[in-house]
């Protein structure tokens, strides 16, 4: 079975910081990954996924994560947080081969103060 | 397009009570899903349906029941609830394969006494 940590809990960065929330999974088999987001009251949205090509995916709101197969890893970054990126997010795994639903990690908080 | 709706959003029950939560969407979805969210864990699933008249159970479904009588509709039943129920449930759909998008509904926060 897949398995998605996120070693951060809670990320707190100034407003026009960079950022990156950090995310690493579990598996031997081949996986998808997701970065979902989460605003205060509001159901998940989906942030970026990757399926196959570029390891660079790019997202919505200027986001971006890179798909690394030997570190296992799928961190998500940012260049310049903005006020409005307070939010918590999540990572996700599907595998192998997409025939699996998702197993979501833990979450990361990310909060941006002025 | 309302997307995904659920409702109520929200409810308090006594230990023991049932209740049942409806999701519905307008997007012609086949795949449905229910998750639960608590503090510190993030988002679990409990049962899901990849079309009209079918279910399967997810990671944590003891205490759930499902029906997806309508393609449009999933329902999330407690038959007795208990106090480690208390959670935020949420509603998702997607078209029909795991990879594609879940959009998701804003959420039944529940409370058991």
């Known amino acids: 079975a897949q398995s998605v940590t996120q070693l951060d809990s809670q990320v707190p960065v100034f407003e026009e910081a960079p950022v990156e929330l950090r995310c690493n999974y579990s598996?031997?088999?081949?996986?998808?990954l997701f970065w979902y987001v989460q605003y205060p009251n509001q159901g998940l949205q989906l942030l970026l996924k990757?399926?196959?090509?570029?390891?660079l995916v790019k997202g919505i709101n200027g986001f971006e994560a890179e798909f690394n197969k030997s570190q296992t890893s799928f961190h998500l970054r940012k260049p310049s947080v903005h006020i409005s990126d307070t939010a918590e997010y999540f990572c996700?795994?599907?595998?192998?081969?997409?025939?699996?639903?998702?197993?979501f990690g833990k979450g990361t908080m990310l909060l941006v103060s002025p | 397009n309302a997307g995904v709706t659920q409702t109520p959003k929200f409810r308090v029950l006594k230990t023991g009570q049932s209740m049942t939560l409806l999701c519905a969407q307008d997007?012609?979805?086949?795949?449905m899903y229910w998750y639960r969210q608590d503090p510190g864990m993030g988002l679990r699933l409990i049962h899901y349906?990849?079309?009209?008249?079918?279910?399967a159970k997810g990671e944590v479904p003891d205490g759930y029941n499902v029906s997806r009588l309508k393609k449009q509709n999933f329902l999330l039943g407690l038959e007795s609830a208990a106090p480690s129920q208390t959670s935020v449930y949420f509603c998702?759909?997607?078209?029909?394969?795991?990879?594609?998008?879940?959009?998701f509904g804003p959420g039944t926060r529940l409370t058991v006494l």
């Open positions: 998702a759909s997607s078209s029909p394969h795991f990879t594609d998008t879940q959009y």
């Open positions: 598996s031997s088999v081949s996986v998808y």
């Open positions: 990757y399926l196959s090509g570029s390891t």
């Open positions: 996700a795994v599907s595998g192998p081969s997409g025939y699996s639903t998702l197993t």
């Open positions: 997007m012609n979805h086949e795949y």
């Open positions: 349906s990849v079309g009209e008249g079918t279910t």
